[in-house]
């Protein structure tokens, strides 16, 4: 179904937001509201919004491909972005993807065998003065969760785990 | 000293509209659009030497006042990308002080005549965006937003637009691009965005900072402005503190404030009570300041004095390092993030990020040679000058001083 059918009201309040002109720019927000459900964007929802905003799919591809929060591949429902760059790692950040991997069973970049979480290590998330962190990417958006331990962690794993089989 | 900027911490429910107006809020936006001319806006900006805050410093009111008013409509963006790792200013203050932050954009945009401004906020500030979409709309409510303000002919509207995850579009023309639904990837300047900007369109780019320092200088004066800080650099900053200090955090100080003040009367001085041996005042984009001399620590954190230690201020985003951690290391660190962030749209830095990373892997894995330490320093020199923007130039700063300044460390790491 296409993303006007599907979500009327979300995809004319995103359009209204640029001039005539500019309609390309709603190509980012519509990836997300395509990336909503599964998590990743496949080929039709790209030729969807290619179609609306009259570009061509190669310049919806392009878009997809440059920025870290699209995804093209289906992964755990949500994804656990551990941020391991400078100022986290000064604060112990690598030492805690380390817990975290061995208390999960999965290294970085696997999926655990329930296909809840898929966990990852990404770049600088503004967050510094509260490491260890990380974010959650997933069917409500994006959510940070700062001043982490591994027991925290697992703690929200649990709930991330009867949220999922809530909604199923 | 009561805050400026991070006013939430002295204030409760600053984020609530009531609070914020019962607190003088939007009285200087209201004041401006009914009995302020434009550019007696930006005339007081120019005067109070506000700097923009998102590192490079560019004075204000000089950017605002480069608008080309023969090519209309204007626009006005927010840069809210804050992306340098060991930033996380503007994040606590769109959080804590939204309203603030959005009566100076709506400044900015009534003094260069805009009547759409755009807040560009990083993919991963989901929450904060939705957040800032329900101030909008309130503001809409109580008619500080909308067409025909207070009575007058000046409308206005805001809009949020989410990034998806790109350091680079933190550069304001990448920005842009982004914003206009393409790959972020910086253009060729000139021409600068106040000539040719968002759809080709006089553009003003500010960062979160910047603006939310605004409805404070109308409502108190260019004077009141300058009676903080330095001549050179008036007013407050929101130095982000981080690394290894035992309380990394948020201090807004008047510039000028002493390194040592911020790690030891603010920060609660270096953890395990380990000496400072390096500082990077603006992030991971920074050369190191190496403190081999306890005096360094007295160096007044302004624009002109930082340089004198062979450094930028930046965003003043500052990150401890103490004498624990090796420079092998941190180069890695720093390395990497700038191949992963580097956009591909030039050579020198597509491929000397890729080659330096190589480079610093291997001599931090112990697979190096002296030869190693050698070329990684002229691979980073070779770029320097010659990339189209500046995430190139500061992917080679921590390379550059790193190896200059501590080499010992390097040759420990190749030796062992």
Redesign the interface.
């Known amino acids: 179904m296409s993303l006007a059918k599907k979500y009327p009201k979300e995809v004319k309040q995103i359009l209204s ?1 640029y ?1 005539p ?2 309609k ?6 519509l ?2 509201l395509a990336q909503r459900e599964d998590g990743y964007i496949n080929k039709a929802a790209m030729q969807d919004i290619a179609k609306m ?1 009259e ?1 061509t799919e190669t ?1 919806v591809a ?2 997809v491909g ?5 995804h093209e591949k289906k992964e755990g429902k949500y994804r656990m972005q551990v941020c391991t ?3 986290c ?3 112990g950040a690598e030492k805690f993807m380390d817990a975290l991997c061995s208390n999960l069973g999965i290294k970085v970049g696997e999926t655990t065998p329930d296909g809840i979480v898929t966990l990852e290590a ?8 509260k490491a260890p962190m990380f ?1 959650t990417q997933g069917p409500d ?4 969760h700062e001043n982490m331990t591994v027991d925290r962690t697992m703690e929200l794993m649990r709930t991330l785990k009867n949220a999922v089989g809530e909604a199923q | 000293m009561s805050h400026i900027l991070l006013r939430h911490r002295d204030i409760a429910d600053l984020d609530k509209l009531s609070v914020y107006k019962k607190n003088g809020g939007l009285a200087a936006f209201k004041n401006a659009v009914t009995k302020m001319k434009p550019t007696a806006v930006t005339d007081v900006v120019k005067n109070s030497g506000l700097r923009g805050r998102g590192g490079a410093g560019f004075p204000t009111g000089m950017k605002w006042s480069f608008i080309d008013n023969k090519n209309w409509p204007h626009y006005v963006v927010a840069n809210a990308d804050e992306s340098e790792p060991g930033t996380f200013k503007d994040r606590e203050i769109m959080e804590g002080n939204p309203f603030q932050f959005l009566e100076g954009l709506a400044l900015a945009c009534y003094a260069v005549g805009a009547n759409v401004g755009y807040v560009y906020l990083r993919g991963e500030f989901w929450e904060l965006g939705a957040a800032l979409d329900e101030q909008i709309a309130e503001l809409e409510e109580a008619g500080y937003l909308g067409d025909k303000l207070f009575g007058t002919d000046y409308s206005l509207r805001i809009y949020t637009h989410l990034g998806a995850g790109a350091y680079i579009c933190g550069e304001e023309t990448a920005l842009l691009e982004s914003l206009e639904g393409k790959r972020g990837q910086p253009r060729n300047r000139p021409p600068f965005p106040p000539a040719v900007g968002l759809y080709g369109k006089p553009t003003i780019i500010n960062n979160v900072e910047t603006f939310t320092n605004v409805p404070m200088i109308l409502a108190n004066g260019a004077e009141w402005y300058k009676t903080m800080g330095t001549a050179d650099s008036p007013g407050v900053k929101i130095f982000s503190l981080s690394g290894r200090v035992r309380k990394p955090g948020n201090y807004e100080l008047p510039l000028g404030t002493t390194f040592r003040d911020l790690i030891y009367k603010h920060g609660g001085g270096v953890q395990d009570s380990r000496k400072v041996k390096a500082i990077m005042p603006a992030g991971a984009s920074s050369s190191l300041i190496l403190v081999d001399d306890d005096k360094v620590l007295d160096t007044p954190m302004d624009y002109a004095t930082v340089r004198t230690l062979k450094a930028d201020l930046g965003s003043a985003s500052i990150i401890v390092i103490d004498d624990t951690v090796s420079m092998g290391w941190l180069i890695n660190k720093t390395v990497h993030f700038f191949n992963h962030e580097s956009c591909g749209k030039c050579t020198p830095c597509r491929e000397g990020t890729y080659w330096m990373t190589h480079l610093t892997e291997r001599i931090q894995g112990g697979h190096g040679a002296k030869a190693d330490v050698d070329l990684l320093l002229n691979v980073a020199k070779q770029m320097q000058g010659k990339c189209l923007c500046a995430l190139g130039e500061f992917s080679t700063m921590a390379v550059v001083s790193g190896i200059e300044r501590f080499r010992q460390d390097f040759d420990q790491a190749v030796k062992a």
């Open positions: 937001k001039p002109e500019g390309r720019s709603a190509v980012m927000p990836l997300f905003l570009i310049d392009a878009v440059f920025y870290t929060l699209y760059d400078l100022p790692a000064l604060r990404v770049m600088c998330l503004a967050a510094c003065d974010q958006g994006i959510k940070y």
